[in-house]
């Protein structure tokens, strides 16, 4: 008999013994620490992006030198004022600028008011039937929008009393009070909604009141730990407001699904008759080593974003690796804590007996689900045909993903504008029409130059001939306009450019101010704006790719590796999830590009996919599919190492852990598609991308492809070169005193990977 090569210790086990024998400690330590981190957080503050942050390149160096230039933080608005019939010579259309000239001071928030009869006068159009009145709010731009009621309600009633023009206000200030509330309410409603769905199907899974409530408690106590933590990181690395949003988006998504990982093993332990301290040290040395190993396996996905060095990409970063950690140690500490202190009273029925006595016995929540003595009939229905037929099936499920994978050859993305505004947003409206009046007027270039003292004469006639220059291309255009910031050591030169701002005669025409006019006038100014900004981000994003993937699937390779001791393993992981991201990408280009169910969605597309959005959507979900997959292989290396034929293995793990991946799924993909009803675009995208792509890596990869290609490759699943042979074997299961519990034919069974 070959005596069995000894197992590193399972740290998982070990922590989790610990604090289940140490509960009152262990849940002191974790509420303390849970307190102390919202305290402090809130003490600090979370420190929010400055706005040249988020730029790269020579964007991001203009936005810097005017960060620190001391200009004043101004909100810019305009009154759009148009007309069919009449233009800026009538008398009507006089009368209406000057009674919104009159309306819009009258209310004291207002300054600097250009109109087309001004000295300075504002934009005409060349027909003459379009004008624009311009000012500035008073007070600071970034407090602006708590100011800008009364001016909305001002020019509102002058456009009452002028019925045959059309006068509509729009800018800065009012499109933060109009759409930033919209939005913020939109995000506060998808939060909502994602607490209660998340409730019901815990409940539906467990049938159990606390069951249900322990993974959520958990899981929020994570997110709301790790937001404090991130506010004392913020301060060394700044983040987007949008952060937070999404470390609510992952956090409750990771935290429930370990909680559920854990105790629905610790339960299948029971219910085998095992008792509550053996099955608390099963759970935590099978389950939790799962969790810890996924964990680590997402905090490396999602650490690819700092190699981007987009300020936006590496707050998200931040953000998401603090939560998830968070949410690993919560469930390794605390929750065994939780469980060790409730019992066998976690599964107090509510849900299971009310609908047993409403249908007289002959439906329970368990059958519905398929779950019977620790394994799924249903996915054990599914399973066989797969298992009995191995090849046809891998192709089939091959072939689909394929399939569906294919129209992502052809993704376009864009960068985000007003388009992307979903909904009945009449402001929005009024953009497009100023947009389309003065296009370039909305989102000029803006060129910075910093010299000693901007104001000589010398750099006086050089901006002039600049100005000269860059009209005589016919690619820029008015409005120019020229700002000095106080110590005269940096100008702001404003220039309208043709196009729309986001095709490519704008980006033509960056390329020639950066090109040809500054170098001939201004040389060593700056160009940033919208226009630049996209330009860019796209240029960084195309040189970054190759070091995000290369660094993700790289380390996962290693991760999986290290932590099942298998090369096919660690390849067909990476093969797996690369083919469900790319199926995702393709349903994206087929809903949001090409327009298939924009009536269902209720949405218009814009023809592009946002352009931040294919990077963050692999590293998310490269990082999630993880989840599932290493907790069903840690099942499945469990019963190959106790003596399974490595198919039967395969179709215990599959059976084993359906109801907690099919239970998680469902959260995750209820909690992803809350996303879809906000009325951006790029969140709709953002929640369908991963809801599509939980849903087929739930169902499609993990229920037929991953088991077909087991079966098909037998004992080489378990393959590891002799050169590899140094790497540490670690348990996937219970301790080595449990051998006693094993028929003593599969304690002589030696799991010796082939090679």
Same mark, same amino acid.
Do not use: C
């Given at each position: ?25 262990? @849940? ?9 981190? +919202? ?155 994602? =607490? ?5 199907? =815990? ?20 997110? !709301? ?70 964990? +680590? ?9 700092? @190699? ?16 998830? =950690? ?12 939780? @469980? ?207 070091? +995000? ?14 932590? !099942?001791?298998? =090369? ?106 809350? !996303? ?28 037929? @492809? ?23 074997? !670690? ?25």
């Amino acid at each position: 008999m070959k005596t069995p090569k000894r197992r590193r210790g399972n740290i998982a086990a070990s922590i989790g013994g610990w604090s289940a024998r140490h509960r009152w400690w262990a @849940l002191l330590i974790w509420t303390s620490f849970v307190i102390a981190s +919202v305290l402090v957080g809130n003490a600090v503050g979370v420190a929010k992006m400055k706005s040249y942050e988020n730029a790269n390149g020579d964007s991001r160096e203009a936005g810097r030198i005017l960060d620190g230039a001391g200009f004043k933080d101004v909100a810019s608005e305009v009154v759009l004022l148009q007309s069919g019939t009449m233009t800026v010579k009538d008398k009507g259309f006089r009368d209406a600028v000057a009674d919104v000239r009159k309306a819009v001071e009258a209310t004291g928030q207002v300054e600097h008011v250009r109109t087309p009869y001004d000295k300075e006068p504002s934009p005409v159009t060349e027909d003459g039937g379009t004008a624009l009145v311009q000012f500035d709010m008073k007070g600071e731009g970034g407090t602006a929008k708590e100011r800008v009621q009364p001016v909305l309600d001002a020019v509102a009633g002058v456009a009452a009393a002028h019925p045959g023009l059309r006068i509509e206000q729009a800018g800065g200030a009012s499109s933060d009070k109009l759409i930033g509330e919209a939005i913020d309410k939109d995000f506060v409603r998808a939060e909502q909604l994602s =607490l209660p769905i998340t409730l019901g199907i =815990l409940l539906a899974a467990f049938g159990a009141l606390l069951a249900a409530v322990v993974p959520v408690a958990l899981a929020m106590t994570a997110i !709301f730990s790790a937001t404090g933590l991130l506010a004392l990181t913020s301060h060394l690395l700044h983040v987007d407001d949008a952060t937070t949003n999404v470390m609510l988006l992952i956090g409750l998504a990771v935290g429930v699904d370990y909680s559920l990982f854990y105790i629905m093993r610790e339960r299948e332990e029971r219910v085998k008759g095992r008792d509550r301290r053996r099955a608390m040290e099963i759970a935590a040395a099978t389950s939790g080593r799962a969790v810890l190993v996924s964990g +680590v396996t997402v905090i490396v996905a999602m650490a690819g974003m700092f @190699l981007t060095g987009n300020g936006v990409f590496m707050g998200f970063a931040e953000g998401t690796i603090l939560v998830v =950690l968070t949410a690993v140690v919560g469930s390794l500490t605390v929750l065994p804590a939780l @469980l060790s202190l409730i019992g066998d009273k976690i599964d107090a029925r509510v849900v299971h007996g009310a609908v047993r006595a409403a249908t007289r016995g002959r439906v329970t929540w368990r059958r519905v689900l398929g779950v019977r003595g620790g394994e799924s009939r249903f996915w054990g229905a599914l399973l066989g045909p797969v298992l009995r037929r191995p090849a046809i099936s891998a192709l089939l499920a091959g072939g689909l993903l394929v399939a569906l994978a294919i129209p992502a050859t052809g993704l376009k993305t864009g960068p985000q504008t007003i388009d992307d505004l979903q909904g009945d947003y009449a402001i929005a409206q009024t953009f497009k029409r100023i947009d389309t009046a003065f296009p370039g007027g909305n989102e000029p270039a803006v060129v910075v130059l910093k010299a000693a003292d901007v104001t000589t004469p010398e750099i006086t006639s050089a901006i002039a001939e600049f100005k000269k220059r860059a009209f005589a291309t016919g690619e820029a255009n008015e409005p120019f306009a020229v700002s000095v910031n106080p110590g005269k050591t940096v100008a702001r030169i404003a220039v309208g450019i043709k196009g729309t701002g986001s095709d490519a005669v704008s980006e033509h025409a960056v390329r020639t101010l950066r090109e040809r006019v500054i170098p001939a006038t201004i040389p060593g100014a700056h160009v940033t704006g919208a226009t630049a900004g996209s330009m860019d981000f796209n240029e960084q994003l195309g040189r970054s790719l190759p070091l +995000v993937f290369g660094f993700v699937l790289l380390f996962a390779f290693v991760l999986l590796l290290a932590s !099942f001791r298998s =090369l096919v393993v660690a390849i067909k992981a990476i093969v797996l999830n690369l083919l469900s991201v790319a199926a995702a990408y393709g349903v994206l280009v087929l809903v949001f590009q090409k327009g298939y169910g924009e009536s269902l969605l209720g949405f218009h597309s814009t023809g592009t996919i946002t352009d931040w959005l294919p990077l963050f959507l692999f590293v998310i979900l490269f990082g999630l599919s993880m989840d599932y997959h290493v907790f069903i292989l840690s099942r499945v290396r469990e019963a190959y190492d106790k003596g399974m034929r490595t198919e039967d293995a395969v179709a215990h793990g599959i059976k084993s852990t359906a109801a907690v991946v099919t239970s998680a799924a469902l959260i995750m993909v209820a909690v992803f598609a809350t !996303f879809a009803t906000l009325s951006l675009l790029t969140f709709m995208q953002l929640g369908v991308g991963l809801a599509v792509a939980v849903l087929i890596d739930a169902t499609i990869v993990r229920a037929v @492809l991953l088991p077909a290609t087991m079966k098909l490759l037998g004992d080489w699943n378990w393959y590891l070169p002799r050169w590899l042979q140094w790497l540490p074997q !670690f348990s996937h299961g219970e301790d080595e005193d449990e051998d006693e519990d094993r028929p003593a034919s599969d304690r002589d069974r030696v799991a010796v990977p082939v090679g």
